[in-house]
């Protein structure tokens, strides 16, 4: 895999006090997202169809650092929305890594060439792109003409200033393995340390529900995109555990640890995951120790269902790599099996039916903004009012 090895000891030697101290629940990876509020509107998402207060809002440079304090987790993701649009996300990420904890930025790239002298090369950053596909699959997916053409500049300059740059992508039910797997070859020779994959997730606020996958289709394909790279030999790399991909093959009977990567957004942390909002709490403690975990997960509850998504499974796949070594390292060397039966798939005939308590929660959020407004800020002086100034206060 792609992980450097400084990451993969870190992430290892996390897991290993935790089993020691006895810890069943903690968490990998922080989901912190600052602001919902993106430049594009992309089918299978439903961040940005929040009331325009809800979109204003910002979590503080003070707020995130807290919520990193709080968690403790080895690693920190910042999704959004689209992260560069918040003014103070250079002071936000420089806050992590010197804490020492690992960073995927990710973002969709529009503005990341003009915001790239906000940050500075580290081991402990990456810049984690946002790619769905070559050229016609991606601005489609995205539904946004030059998207593509756009974030592949974007990548070629990062890689050339000597960041760590990983692309992400998610697949739809209309992805073809022939073209996952052409797209796999282009991306590796962008110079980038990998890819993140993952299958998509209906999330309850996508504007369109029938691009996702379900959990056979994701197996099938999956297969289908590995066969290919085992018949031609294909170097692919790719930025994940080589058990989760096993997993997606249909080789692994995992279920997932939702509380692998708690969520910290503007509404507060989010139970029970980065995938499902069904309640917000003030603080991590509150979070792990009030979330009913055990009531979430494929053939437990009706929303999770189809999921097999990096965020909920990755963290099983890690656990799992930590406790059997010599199993992972035999898929890291022989591949996934793309032939063949796969493991047993959890039976849904106990699970429970979805609630659908969302806009609860965006209903008093927004009576909590209404009866205390944010002052507006007084604007920053600067001394000298830079080209580079400029053009980022035009994209914020």
């Not at 991606?138 to 053409?149: E, S």
């Not at 793309?338 to 959890?346: K, L, N, R, Y």
Request: hydrophobic share 35%; with cysteine.
């Amino acid at each position: 895999m792609a992980v450097p090895f400084i990451q993969q000891a870190r992430v290892g030697g996390y897991i290993l006090k935790q089993k020691i101290l006895g810890n069943k629940r903690y968490p990998l990876v922080l989901m912190l997202e600052p602001l919902f509020k993106c430049n594009l509107a992309c089918p299978g998402c439903g961040k940005i169809d929040y009331p325009k207060p809800i979109l204003d809002k910002r979590l503080s440079v003070e707020e995130c650092l807290k919520a990193v304090d709080e968690c403790g987790a080895p690693i920190v993701s910042i999704p959004g929305g689209e992260p560069l649009i918040h003014k103070e996300i250079d002071q936000i990420v420089e806050g992590i890594v010197a804490r020492k904890k690992f960073v995927y930025l990710c973002t969709n790239a529009l503005l990341l060439k003009k915001k790239l002298d906000l940050f500075k090369p580290s081991p402990y950053l990456t810049l984690s792109i946002h790619l769905d596909g070559l050229k016609e699959e991606h601005d489609h997916a995205v539904a946004q003409p030059g998207t593509f053409d756009r974030a592949v500049e974007a990548i070629k300059e990062a890689v050339k200033r000597g960041f760590r740059v990983t692309v992400n992508c998610t697949l739809f039910n209309n992805a073809r393995a022939d073209k996952a797997a052409e797209f796999f070859d282009f991306v590796m020779g962008l110079g980038v340390e990998g890819v993140t994959v993952s299958p998509g997730y209906a999330y309850e606020r996508a504007p369109a529900q029938d691009h996702f996958l379900k959990r056979q289709e994701t197996k099938n394909l999956f297969r289908d995109v590995f066969r290919r790279g085992k018949e031609s030999s294909r170097k692919w790399v790719f930025n994940q555990s080589s058990l989760y991909l096993d997993f997606l093959a249909g080789n692994q009977d995992y279920s997932c640890t939702p509380w692998g990567n708690p969520t910290r957004n503007v509404f507060g942390w989010q139970k029970p995951c980065y995938l499902i909002g069904e309640g917000y709490v003030g603080s991590f403690k509150e979070l792990m120790e009030t979330t009913d975990w055990d009531s979430y997960g494929t053939g437990k509850y009706e929303k999770c269902a189809n999921c097999m998504v990096h965020c909920g499974f990755e963290p099983t796949a890690v656990n799992d790599t930590v406790a059997h070594p010599l199993k992972a390292l035999k898929v890291w060397l022989g591949g996934f099996k793309t032939e063949g039966d796969m493991a047993p798939e959890i039976s849904l005939s106990n699970q429970r039916p979805a609630e659908y308590v969302f806009e609860t929660h965006v209903t008093k959020a927004l009576a909590e903004i209404h009866e205390n407004p944010t002052p507006p800020k007084r604007p920053k002086v600067t001394l000298v009012n830079t080209t580079a100034n400029r053009e980022m206060s035009k994209a914020s």
